[in-house]
C-alpha cells in the first residue's frame, strides 16, 4: 500500500517536472507596464468621499479581497498592487486620477472604476492608450461596445437588461396592464426608463403615466397620487432606497394597489421594505443577480460561507447586508479569474483577451444559475437576472433565470 | 461734510482694503515665475503636465473670483455656474458645430461675460452675504439646468458630452498635453497682465473705491450700479474661459462636474491664495488640486476631515493666505539685504 503510493508520488512528481519544464519552454513571459514576475499593479477609482461615497464600500470590500489573496501567495507568485483613487463623483478629477494611475503609478489596468459619467469621462483616454477600463462599476448599456470601445468591458447588468426582465414578465403575465412608472430624474432613472420603452416596443403605450422625481424633493407622495389617478393597475417604482421605501408607504395609505415592481437597487430589507413596513410589501416583484447577505436561506451555500469566512479574517470591518460588499467581493473574484486566465501573458491585450473569453464563470456571492460569459463580441459579463417576490419579511426567488436579451 | 453724514458710512467693509500695488509681484519675481512655468513641463512626465495646465486652468477661475471679491468686495459663491457655461459653450461649439478650439474661447468669455452682466443686475441691489446666497442659487440651479430634457439635444443630459483633445498645430514635435499646456500658459499670462492694467485702470480705481466704500465712491462720481454688474461681467466672463480650457483639457464636460463644490473650492482658493493678491491665484488653485490628493493619502476614509484640519491650519497660522507668506519672505530678504 505505502509502497504503491510512494511509486504513485514519485510518478505524479516526475510528470509535473515535465509538464513544467515543457511550460517553461513553450510559455514565453510577457509583460506591459503594471506586471512583472512579482508584481500586478491594479488601479482603481471610487467616491471615497461626496455624494455618492456610500458605494466606497466596493473599494475597501475589493482591497481587502486582494490582500487576502496576497496571503495566500498571490496570482501565480505574483502580488497584487491596488492602488486605489477617490475622485468624489466628480468626472474632471475621475480624469486627473485616472492619468495619475496610467502614467504615473504604472498601473496594468483600472478595475471596477465606479459611477456612469466618471467612466464616460476617461472612455475615451483608455482607449487611446490602450489600458484596460475593466469591468466598470456602473449600470449603463453603454460599456457593452466592443466595437468602437475595445479597451473598456462593463460587469453588472445594465439598467436595461433589468427594465428589459420586467417588461418580459408584464406582457406575459398580463399583456393589458397599465403601466405607471415613478423615475428619479438622473442618469439611473433615464437609462432605465430607456430600456424600459425598448423592451415594450410598440407596446410602449401600456405605459399610461410617467412621473419623474427629483432626489432633493422631500416627499413624492404628490407624484404617487397622480400615478393612482391615471387609472394604472402596475407600478414600476425606478427608485432609489429613500423614495422607493416612502412610494410603498403612500401607495397603501391611499388604498391603491396595483401589482408592484421595484428596481434592484432598492430591493433591500432593511433599507426599503422595514421602513415601508413589511405588511405594505407584501407581493411586490423585483429582481437580483447577487445573494443577500441579510437572506438565512444562503448560510448554507457554500458560496456564501466563503464570503462570510472572508468577511471574519481578512475583512472584519465589513458589512455583510450591505449589497455593495456582495458586489466588489465578487467582482474583484471576476479579475482574479481574468489575471488567472492569462497566465504568464501579462500584458493589456491578453487581459481583454482573457476577459472577452469567461465562460460560466460562478463567483460565490452570485445567484445560484446566474454565470458569467463573455466572448470578443459580448462585452456584458452578467446578463442574467432571477425574479423575486417579497413574502413575509424576505424575498423568495422564483420561476427561471431570466436572460434579458431581447430575442427571447 | 456734516458728522451726520460720516456717521452713515461706518459700517466695516467686508473685504479689507487692500493697496493696488500691494496686488501683484515684482518683475524680478515675476520672470522667475514666468521661466519656471515655461522650464518644467520640458522636464516633467505628461501626467504633471496635465495637472500643470489644471492648475493654470482653476487659477484663472481663482483670478477671476479675486477680481470681483478683492477688487470690488462682492462675494460669489455662483462661480462653478459660470465655469460650466464656459465649458459647456466651448464644448457644444467644437464637438456640434466643429468649430476650432481656440476660436471657442473669445466665445466662452462673451457669453459668460453677458450671463455675469446680466446676472449682476438683480444682484446689485443685494450685498455681503445675501449675494453670496443669491450667487449660492445660481450654483446650485445650474447642474439640473444642464440636465433638462430641452437642451439634451446640445448638452448630452446627464451624460454630458465627450470633447476631442487639440493635436499641436503646424506639426510641432510636442505632445497635446505639453501644446495644451503652452496654449493655457499663454492665455493664463495674457489675462492676468490685462486683470492687473484693469485694476490700475479708472475702472480698477472705481471697483475699489466701491469695495472700500460705496457712498464714498457714488460721492466721487463713480457710477456704483455700472461698475458693480462690469465687475461681475469681467469676472464672469474670465470663469467662462477658463471655463472652455478646463473643458478642453479634460475632454469631458458633465453636469456633475459642476456642482457647487466647485464654487467652494474656487472660494477656498482665493481665500488661501490671499484675497486682493492676484498671484494668490495660483497658490490657491494648487491648493485645491493637490491637498486633497494629501489628504487622501493620510487617510481614505477620513481624507474629508484632514482636508478640513489642514485648511483650518492654513486659516489660523496665515489668516490672509498666501500674501503673507510672501510679505513675511519680502521682509526678511529685506533685512537679509541689510545686514
Same mark, same amino acid.
Given at each position: 500500500?505505502?509502497?504503491?503510493r510512494?511509486s504513485?508520488?514519485?510518478?505524479?512528481?516526475?510528470?509535473?517536472?515535465?509538464?513544467?519544464?515543457?511550460?517553461?519552454?513553450?510559455? =514565453?513571459?510577457?509583460?506591459?507596464? *503594471?506586471?512583472?514576475?512579482?508584481? &500586478?499593479?491594479?488601479?482603481?477609482?471610487m467616491?471615497?468621499?461626496?455624494?455618492a461615497?456610500?458605494y466606497? !464600500?466596493?473599494?475597501?470590500?475589493?482591497?481587502a479581497?486582494f490582500?487576502?489573496?496576497?496571503?495566500?501567495?498571490?496570482?501565480?507568485?505574483?502580488?497584487?498592487?491596488?492602488?486605489s483613487?477617490?475622485?468624489a463623483?466628480?468626472?474632471?478629477?475621475t480624469?486627473?486620477?485616472?492619468?495619475k494611475?496610467?502614467e504615473?503609478?504604472?498601473?496594468?489596468?483600472v478595475?471596477?472604476s465606479?459611477?456612469?459619467?466618471?467612466?464616460v469621462?476617461?472612455?475615451?483616454?483608455?482607449?487611446?492608450?490602450?489600458?484596460?477600463?475593466?469591468?466598470?462599476?456602473?449600470?449603463?448599456?453603454?460599456?457593452?461596445?466592443?466595437? %468602437?470601445?475595445?479597451?473598456?468591458?462593463?460587469?453588472?447588468?445594465s439598467?436595461? %437588461?433589468?427594465?428589459?426582465?420586467?417588461?418580459?414578465?408584464?406582457?406575459?403575465h398580463?399583456?393589458?396592464?397599465?403601466?405607471?412608472?415613478?423615475?428619479?430624474?438622473?442618469d439611473?432613472?433615464?437609462d432605465y426608463?430607456?430600456?424600459?420603452?425598448?423592451a415594450?416596443?410598440?407596446k410602449?403605450?401600456?405605459?399610461?403615466a410617467?412621473?419623474?422625481?427629483?432626489?432633493?424633493?422631500?416627499?413624492i407622495?404628490?407624484?404617487i397620487?397622480k400615478l393612482?389617478?391615471?387609472?394604472?393597475?402596475?407600478?414600476?417604482?425606478?427608485t432609489?432606497?429613500?423614495?422607493?421605501?416612502?412610494?410603498i408607504?403612500?401607495?397603501?395609505?391611499i388604498a391603491?394597489?396595483?401589482m408592484?415592481?421595484?428596481?434592484n !437597487?432598492?430591493?433591500? !430589507?432593511? $433599507?426599503?421594505?422595514q421602513?415601508? $413596513?413589511y405588511?405594505?410589501?407584501?407581493?411586490?416583484?423585483?429582481a437580483?443577480y447577487?445573494?443577500? *447577505?441579510?437572506?438565512?436561506?444562503?448560510?448554507?451555500?457554500?458560496?456564501?460561507?466563503?464570503?462570510?469566512?472572508?468577511?471574519?479574517? %481578512?475583512?472584519?470591518?465589513?458589512?455583510?447586508?450591505?449589497?455593495?460588499t456582495?458586489?466588489g467581493?465578487?467582482?474583484?473574484?471576476?479579475?482574479?479569474k481574468?489575471l488567472?486566465?492569462c497566465g504568464?501573458?501579462?500584458?493589456r491585450?491578453?487581459?481583454?483577451? =482573457?476577459?472577452?473569453?469567461?465562460?460560466?464563470?460562478?463567483?460565490?456571492t452570485?445567484?445560484?444559475?446566474?454565470?458569467i460569459?463573455t466572448?470578443?463580441?459580448?462585452?456584458a459579463p &452578467?446578463?442574467?437576472?432571477?425574479?423575486?417576490r417579497?413574502? *413575509?419579511?424576505?424575498?423568495?426567488?422564483?420561476?427561471?433565470i431570466?436572460?434579458s436579451?431581447?430575442?427571447? | 461734510m456734516?458728522?451726520?453724514?460720516?456717521?452713515?458710512?461706518?459700517?466695516?467693509?467686508?473685504?479689507?482694503?487692500?493697496?493696488?500695488?500691494?496686488?501683484?509681484?515684482?518683475?524680478?519675481?515675476?520672470?522667475?515665475v514666468?521661466?519656471a512655468?515655461?522650464?518644467?513641463?520640458?522636464?516633467v512626465?505628461?501626467?504633471?503636465?496635465f495637472?500643470?495646465?489644471?492648475?493654470?486652468?482653476?487659477?484663472?477661475?481663482?483670478?477671476?473670483?479675486?477680481?470681483?471679491?478683492g477688487g470690488?468686495?462682492?462675494?460669489?459663491?455662483?462661480?462653478?455656474?459660470?465655469?460650466?457655461?464656459?465649458?459647456?459653450?466651448?464644448?457644444?461649439?467644437?464637438e456640434?458645430?466643429?468649430m476650432?478650439?481656440?476660436?471657442?474661447?473669445?466665445i466662452?468669455?462673451v457669453?459668460?461675460?453677458?450671463?455675469?452682466?446680466?446676472?449682476?443686475?438683480?444682484?446689485?441691489r443685494l450685498s455681503?452675504?445675501?449675494?453670496?446666497?443669491?450667487?449660492?442659487a445660481?450654483?446650485?440651479?445650474?447642474?439640473?439646468?444642464?440636465?433638462?430634457?430641452?437642451f439634451?439635444h446640445w448638452?448630452?443630459?446627464?451624460?454630458?458630452?465627450v470633447?476631442?483633445k487639440?493635436?499641436?498645430p503646424?506639426?510641432?514635435p510636442?505632445?497635446?498635453?505639453?501644446?495644451?499646456?503652452?496654449?493655457t500658459l499663454?492665455?493664463?499670462?495674457a489675462?492676468?497682465v490685462a486683470?492687473?492694467n484693469?485694476?490700475?485702470?479708472?475702472?480698477g480705481?472705481?471697483?475699489?473705491?466701491?469695495?472700500d466704500?460705496?457712498?464714498?465712491?457714488?460721492?466721487m462720481?463713480?457710477?456704483?450700479?455700472l461698475y458693480?454688474?462690469?465687475?461681475?461681467?469681467?469676472?464672469?466672463?474670465?470663469?467662462?474661459?477658463?471655463?472652455?480650457?478646463?473643458a478642453?483639457?479634460?475632454?469631458?464636460v458633465?453636469?456633475d462636474g459642476?456642482t457647487i463644490q466647485?464654487?467652494?473650492?474656487?472660494f477656498?482658493?482665493?481665500?488661501?491664495?490671499?484675497?486682493?493678491?492676484?498671484?494668490?491665484?495660483?497658490?490657491?488653485?494648487?491648493?485645491?488640486?493637490? /491637498?486633497?490628493?494629501?489628504?487622501?493619502?493620510?487617510?481614505?476614509g477620513?481624507?474629508?476631515?484632514?482636508?478640513? /484640519?489642514?485648511?483650518?491650519?492654513?486659516?489660523f497660522?496665515?489668516?490672509?493666505?498666501?500674501?503673507?507668506?510672501?510679505?513675511?519672505?519680502?521682509?526678511?530678504?529685506?533685512?537679509?539685504?541689510?545686514?
Amino acid at each position: 500500500m505505502t509502497a504503491a503510493r510512494q511509486s504513485l508520488t514519485a510518478l505524479s512528481m516526475m510528470l509535473a517536472l515535465i509538464v513544467t519544464s515543457c511550460n517553461l519552454a513553450l510559455a =514565453q513571459k510577457a509583460y506591459d507596464t *503594471g506586471a512583472s514576475d512579482t508584481e &500586478i499593479r491594479i488601479g482603481n477609482i471610487m467616491p471615497y468621499s461626496g455624494p455618492a461615497s456610500a458605494y466606497g !464600500v466596493i473599494g475597501k470590500t475589493e482591497a481587502a479581497y486582494f490582500r487576502m489573496i496576497n496571503a495566500s501567495g498571490g496570482i501565480r507568485g505574483r502580488k497584487i498592487t491596488f492602488i486605489s483613487y477617490d475622485d468624489a463623483y466628480s468626472p474632471p478629477k475621475t480624469v486627473e486620477q485616472a492619468r495619475k494611475l496610467v502614467e504615473s503609478d504604472d498601473v496594468l489596468l483600472v478595475f471596477n472604476s465606479l459611477g456612469t459619467a466618471t467612466n464616460v469621462a476617461i472612455r475615451k483616454y483608455m482607449n487611446e492608450k490602450q489600458v484596460p477600463q475593466l469591468f466598470v462599476a456602473s449600470g449603463a448599456s453603454k460599456w457593452n461596445d466592443p466595437k %468602437d470601445y475595445p479597451w473598456t468591458m462593463g460587469w453588472q447588468p445594465s439598467y436595461q %437588461d433589468e427594465a428589459r426582465v420586467y417588461a418580459k414578465y408584464i406582457m406575459k403575465h398580463n399583456p393589458d396592464a397599465k403601466i405607471a412608472v415613478l423615475y428619479q430624474n438622473d442618469d439611473f432613472g433615464k437609462d432605465y426608463l430607456k430600456g424600459l420603452k425598448e423592451a415594450f416596443g410598440d407596446k410602449a403605450a401600456m405605459i399610461v403615466a410617467e412621473e419623474a422625481y427629483e432626489t432633493s424633493e422631500p416627499t413624492i407622495d404628490n407624484h404617487i397620487v397622480k400615478l393612482k389617478a391615471a387609472g394604472a393597475d402596475t407600478f414600476i417604482s425606478i427608485t432609489t432606497p429613500k423614495f422607493a421605501a416612502q412610494a410603498i408607504k403612500k401607495a397603501a395609505e391611499i388604498a391603491w394597489t396595483p401589482m408592484q415592481i421595484l428596481t434592484n !437597487v432598492s430591493a433591500s !430589507v432593511g $433599507g426599503v421594505m422595514q421602513p415601508a $413596513g413589511y405588511e405594505n410589501s407584501q407581493g411586490i416583484l423585483s429582481a437580483a443577480y447577487l445573494k443577500d *447577505g441579510a437572506d438565512p436561506q444562503w448560510d448554507k451555500d457554500p458560496g456564501m460561507q466563503k464570503f462570510i469566512a472572508f468577511l471574519k479574517k %481578512d475583512y472584519p470591518e465589513g458589512n455583510r447586508l450591505d449589497g455593495a460588499t456582495a458586489f466588489g467581493y465578487a467582482a474583484a473574484q471576476t479579475l482574479v479569474k481574468v489575471l488567472e486566465l492569462c497566465g504568464d501573458d501579462l500584458t493589456r491585450a491578453n487581459v481583454m483577451k =482573457q476577459a472577452a473569453n469567461l465562460k460560466g464563470f460562478v463567483p460565490d456571492t452570485l445567484l445560484p444559475g446566474i454565470t458569467i460569459n463573455t466572448s470578443p463580441t459580448d462585452f456584458a459579463p &452578467i446578463k442574467q437576472l432571477r425574479l423575486m417576490r417579497f413574502k *413575509g419579511e424576505k424575498w423568495e426567488l422564483f420561476g427561471d433565470i431570466i436572460s434579458s436579451s431581447l430575442s427571447n | 461734510m456734516s458728522a451726520a453724514a460720516e456717521e452713515v458710512v461706518t459700517e466695516a467693509p467686508a473685504v479689507e482694503a487692500v493697496p493696488k500695488r500691494a496686488m501683484t509681484l515684482g518683475y524680478g519675481t515675476s520672470l522667475v515665475v514666468l521661466a519656471a512655468l515655461v522650464i518644467i513641463p520640458l522636464l516633467v512626465k505628461n501626467f504633471i503636465i496635465f495637472q500643470m495646465t489644471m492648475l493654470l486652468i482653476y487659477g484663472l477661475a481663482v483670478l477671476a473670483l479675486n477680481i470681483l471679491t478683492g477688487g470690488s468686495g462682492q462675494f460669489s459663491l455662483g462661480q462653478s455656474a459660470f465655469y460650466a457655461v464656459g465649458a459647456y459653450t466651448s464644448a457644444i461649439l467644437m464637438e456640434h458645430v466643429g468649430m476650432n478650439y481656440a476660436l471657442t474661447l473669445p466665445i466662452a468669455g462673451v457669453i459668460c461675460f453677458g450671463f455675469g452682466f446680466l446676472f449682476g443686475q438683480p444682484a446689485l441691489r443685494l450685498s455681503g452675504v445675501y449675494l453670496a446666497l443669491a450667487t449660492f442659487a445660481l450654483a446650485t440651479a445650474m447642474p439640473q439646468l444642464l440636465k433638462l430634457g430641452y437642451f439634451e439635444h446640445w448638452t448630452g443630459g446627464v451624460q454630458g458630452l465627450v470633447v476631442t483633445k487639440p493635436d499641436a498645430p503646424f506639426g510641432l514635435p510636442m505632445s497635446q498635453d505639453m501644446w495644451l499646456y503652452y496654449f493655457t500658459l499663454a492665455i493664463t499670462i495674457a489675462i492676468y497682465v490685462a486683470s492687473v492694467n484693469l485694476l490700475r485702470s479708472r475702472s480698477g480705481r472705481a471697483f475699489m473705491a466701491i469695495r472700500d466704500n460705496e457712498i464714498a465712491a457714488s460721492a466721487m462720481g463713480v457710477d456704483v450700479a455700472l461698475y458693480k454688474t462690469l465687475a461681475f461681467g469681467v469676472s464672469a466672463g474670465i470663469t467662462g474661459v477658463a471655463g472652455g480650457l478646463g473643458a478642453i483639457a479634460v475632454q469631458f464636460v458633465a453636469p456633475d462636474g459642476y456642482t457647487i463644490q466647485l464654487a467652494i473650492s474656487l472660494f477656498l482658493g482665493m481665500v488661501v491664495g490671499g484675497v486682493g493678491w492676484l498671484p494668490g491665484s495660483i497658490v490657491g488653485s494648487a491648493f485645491i488640486i493637490f /491637498v486633497p490628493n494629501i489628504a487622501e493619502g493620510i487617510s481614505k476614509g477620513l481624507s474629508g476631515a484632514v482636508f478640513g /484640519v489642514l485648511l483650518f491650519l492654513v486659516i489660523f497660522l496665515v489668516p490672509h493666505g498666501a500674501r503673507q507668506v510672501a510679505i513675511v519672505a519680502q521682509q526678511l530678504a529685506a533685512k537679509l539685504k541689510k545686514n
